[in-house]
């Protein structure tokens, strides 16, 4: 397909003038190969992808969906990058520097949004993120809400403290560490430091409850005996390895926790005080955001795609295969509302924090070949956090598109990663997908019958590498 056929699928930003990343516009096929990052094999090797794919890149064995479909994965409480994200999906039109002074297009209208988790943590500012997914429903956009795992352990965390405590669930709070400190920080800023005096009169009062702080470290922080008796009901769902690693990994986090409440000029009291807060705008039917975790879910398949914020293991393929997506969401919402410890560290838990290390449940070629049975011949995720854009992974035989691509200001720097951050991930009833990054200088564009593996792509009649490989 020529390239300029290709711009009517993407090279369509509306409102540039307002967006802060610099966006890629020319297309390219999404190469095979390490040279551009833009292709890898689960074990390390690109000699076997070719023959691998050959079965698997079939176009008559894969089914698209009916509407176009917008991935955006790990914004991490950055509104800014969200919004030219959303530009460059071409599904909106900025119309000015307010987080409001946007609309849908005509194909934003149309098109399925689907955040892919992660939206909580690192970000400058949750709150301002939340509003804007709001205001982008408000609209009439048609949003899927899947939750990752900084999602699931913020929700734990503080609902954990309303459960009856036991050594399932009382290092929950602990376990999320100092990542939702700038939250807190923000929550209490907001509503009780520097809000309006309406939402001050609202929330101050509950300043009254607030026990002393050695009761306050009570409520909050896990009982001496925890970690021997965790290990005793762990069992059933880890590994010795994985119930090593949690107690290690939570003891650390209950030595540090103070010392991050201070460097966020927080004390344990003011910490609770966020908490109690937090519970209000996200748990009560009137709060502000209670809408965002009533409406999340696990997953969603489309056609042959398979959305998730991390990935699958053995054991969630065959839950997939035997009951359909529809069940994986609804027993998410069972164990979130009445057996969190299993969600979390069981195979529901695992499609939110696999990074297909040793200690996650493991997902084999049999894994693999359950999903394909399933009719599934893609998974498209998150969590797994790259420099160069979107990349195509092989794992066991099975493509998966990973869609992280740090693209919150405080990854950035703390990563090195010059400018703003955009992504999207844009899967078309047209048969192609493509990737969209701030971070790469032209747009990936997959199709199944034109995929190059990197012998050609990088080899020109010389035998010296090209980069470029364009469509044109």
């Excluded at 939340?130 to 982008?136: A, D, E, S, Y």
């Excluded at 939110?352 to 996650?360: I, S």
Aim: hydrophobic share 35%; glycine share 6%; with cysteine.
């Amino acid at each position: 397909m020529p390239q300029k056929e290709y711009n009517q699928y993407f090279n369509r930003y509306y409102g540039l003038e307002w967006v802060k990343a610099q966006l890629p516009q020319e297309p390219q096929i999404w190469i095979m190969g390490p040279y551009n990052k833009a292709v890898k094999k689960d074990n390390w090797s690109y000699k076997g992808i070719p023959s691998e794919l050959k079965d698997h890149l079939q176009p008559d064995s894969w089914q698209w969906p009916k509407r176009v479909i917008y991935f955006f994965s790990d914004l991490h409480a950055d509104k800014d990058a969200f919004i030219d994200s959303l530009v460059a999906s071409g599904g909106i039109k900025k119309t000015g520097p307010k987080d409001k002074d946007f609309r849908l297009t005509k194909e934003g209208k149309k098109a399925n949004f689907i955040l892919g988790g992660d939206c909580f943590d690192k970000g400058p500012s949750t709150l301002r993120l939340l509003k804007t997914i709001k205001i982008l429903i408000d609209k009439g956009a048609d949003i899927t809400i899947l939750t990752g795992n900084h999602d699931l352990r913020t929700l734990i965390g503080n609902v954990s403290l309303l459960m009856k405590r036991t050594p399932a669930n009382e290092h929950f709070f602990v376990r999320m560490g100092i990542k939702p400190m700038p939250l807190f920080k923000e929550i209490y800023d907001t509503y009780l430091s520097s809000g309006s005096k309406k939402e001050s009169k609202k929330f101050k009062k509950i300043l009254k409850g607030i026990p002393s702080t050695e009761k306050c470290r009570k409520k909050l922080f896990p009982s001496e005996n925890w970690a021997e008796n965790f290990a005793q009901i762990a069992k059933d769902n880890l590994s010795e390895q994985a119930i090593a690693k949690e107690i290690k990994r939570t003891n650390k986090k209950i030595l540090s926790f103070e010392k991050w409440c201070e460097q966020h000029d927080l004390s344990l009291r003011q910490v609770y005080a966020a908490v109690k807060i937090w519970q209000k705008l996200f748990l009560h039917p009137k709060g502000e955001f209670y809408w965002f975790f009533k409406h999340i879910k696990m997953a969603r398949k489309e056609g042959s795609f398979f959305f998730v914020h991390a990935g699958v293991d053995d054991l969630s393929a065959k839950m997939i295969r035997a009951s359909g997506v529809k069940s994986i969401n609804k027993q998410f919402s069972q164990k979130l509302k009445n057996d969190p410890f299993d969600l979390y560290y069981g195979p529901l838990g695992n499609m939110v924090r696999t990074k297909y290390r040793d200690t996650d449940r493991q997902f084999t070629s049999k894994g693999s070949l359950i999903l394909r049975n399933a009719g599934i011949n893609a998974i498209v995720h998150g969590h797994r956090n790259l420099y160069y854009g979107q990349r195509l992974m092989l794992r066991r035989g099975m493509v998966n598109f990973e869609c992280d691509t740090s693209v919150d200001i405080n990854t950035r720097k703390k990563e090195g990663v010059p400018g703003h951050g955009a992504s999207v991930t844009i899967i078309r009833p047209e048969q192609m997908v493509l990737g969209i990054s701030s971070d790469y200088p032209f747009v990936k564009v997959f199709e199944p019958n034109r995929f190059v593996s990197f012998k050609n792509a990088y080899r020109n009649k010389n035998g010296k590498k090209n980069l470029k490989t364009q469509i044109g």
